[in-house]
């Protein structure tokens, strides 16, 4: 029993000890958080920003629509690049 005891305390004051910081931390601390999505924006002010809804054909959207909501949407002709 004195053994198991002895191992647990060791064990718990080696755990507490590991948690403590042994310096502080810089000021710039934390910076990568806040650089690394600032990083995977494309463009943040793209020229077409102001633009206002891109050109598309109403009617022909709707047409599109109904196709895909009915599940009848038109196959795309087969392109190649071998001359058949």
Request: hydrophobic share 40%; charged share 15%; proline share 7%.
């Amino acid at each position: 029993m004195r053994t198991t005891t002895t191992i647990l305390v060791l064990a718990a004051v080696s755990v507490v000890g590991a948690c403590k910081h042994r310096e502080p931390l810089s000021a710039d601390f934390g910076n990568s958080v806040n650089q690394n999505p600032a990083l995977h924006v494309v463009d943040p002010q793209p020229a077409s920003a102001g633009a206002g809804a891109p050109n598309l054909e109403g009617t022909r959207a709707v047409i599109g629509y109904g196709r895909y909501l009915t599940d009848t949407v038109e196959t795309p002709v087969a392109e190649s690049t071998a001359d058949e």
